[in-house]
């Protein structure tokens, strides 16, 4: 029972962006049906799956009690390193991959090294190695795009049972970290870590192993989106992964993800993707300008943090976590004890003036 109370709570927390992006999908539907055109969802699900891998690995930070403003870094750097580095030559391909992965893991081990061991702030640990990543970036690109291989381009414009390959991808991704985190020992106690780091060392849980676990398949997760934009955009600039870090960070508190860490679903935070995605996809059909595309999306992780806060806000105060009601609370549950007497009994307090028990 105590299982399906959590699983039901769980489940409220998400409802919300289950509910909007079904009513955004039938609002596309009667005021801007090419929205959902053919031509519209063929290019909209490719970059759906970019987003979605951004915001599963913005999760498992969160999760942590983080918050990684190095997404930019990490995809724009795959992406100049598989495109500039093969440079049209198909042989030069599968090590580019490999060594942007390698670069990625390194870049990832350093923030969690450094998050946990250090001490360092995670946005401004994240906010630092995103410099170094561009740093990187600019000294291979010069600042300049590169075309992306044939191969790449077949690759990602390929499907599967009419879907695209980069969405499939993305969603066999979202399944399997879906899976590892709510039905399997080393999940739970990854989010018992998230959730509360002092009950965990006293449980006996390695939190700094759960947290640099968490940056290193988030690094793992932009190295992929990356990998895919490449083969997705036919020549793309070296700071295409600029386009990332807000909706990411929106997918996340959309899909009702605890931004104190702990409790969180990467599957909401797809769906969070999928709104914002098609959110975009509803602007542009509008013909709005960049600009009021950018405004959109800012309100709507705004407006995603506002409900967050007000939710978590009387729940807070219910447990006495809030407010001055929290030092009232432990006042009246735990009154002060009395000195001990001479002969080692304890004296009643001075103040007490309640008649005794008879």
């Not at 063929?42 to 969160?62: C, Y």
């Not at 999760?63 to 390193?81: A, E, H, K, Y």
């Not at 500039?84 to 030069?92: C, L, N, S, T």
């Amino acid at each position: 029972m105590a299982n399906s109370g959590f699983g039901m709570a769980r489940w409220r927390r998400s409802a919300g962006i289950w509910v909007a992006t079904g009513l955004l999908f039938a609002l596309s539907a009667v005021l801007q049906p090419k929205s959902l055109g053919a031509s519209a969802l063929a290019a909209l699900w490719p970059f759906t799956a970019v987003l979605i891998l951004a915001a599963v690995g913005q999760t498992l930070v969160v999760q942590q009690r983080g918050i990684d403003l190095s997404v930019p870094g990490f995809i724009s750097l795959t992406v100049v390193l598989v495109t500039h580095i093969p440079d049209g030559k198909p042989a030069r391909l599968v090590p580019a991959i490999l060594l942007a992965y390698a670069i990625c893991l390194a870049a990832g081990l350093v923030n969690g090294l450094l998050v946990t061991r250090v001490g360092i702030t995670p946005i401004v640990q994240t906010l630092g190695m995103n410099a170094v990543l561009y740093g990187i970036d600019l000294g291979i690109s010069q600042g300049t795009p590169t075309q992306t291989t044939a191969e790449m381009q077949s690759f990602t414009s390929a499907s599967f049972a009419g879907i695209p390959l980069p969405l499939v991808i993305a969603l066999v991704i979202v399944i399997v970290i879906e899976f590892t985190v709510k039905r399997t020992a080393f999940g739970r106690r990854f989010e018992a870590s998230g959730a509360n780091a002092a009950a965990s060392r006293a449980a006996g849980l390695r939190g700094n192993r759960y947290q640099i676990s968490a940056y290193l398949g988030a690094a793992l997760l932009y190295c992929t989106a990356g990998v895919l934009l490449a083969g997705i955009v036919s020549q793309p600039d070296p700071f295409q992964g600029n386009n990332y870090l807000l909706p990411s960070v929106a997918a996340v508190a959309l899909g009702g993800t605890s931004l104190l860490g702990g409790v969180g679903s990467v599957v909401a935070s797809a769906m969070g993707a999928l709104f914002l995605s098609q959110l975009q996809q509803f602007v542009l059909a509008t013909g709005a300008s960049a600009a009021v595309q950018n405004l959109v999306q800012a309100g709507a992780l705004a407006l995603a943090v506002t409900v967050y806060g007000l939710r978590l806000r009387p729940g807070l105060l219910r447990r006495g976590r809030l407010g001055p009601g929290r030092l009232v609370s432990r006042s009246r549950s735990r009154p002060p004890a009395a000195p001990p007497s001479r002969d080692g009994t304890a004296d009643p307090q001075p103040d007490d003036h309640r008649a005794p028990v008879t």
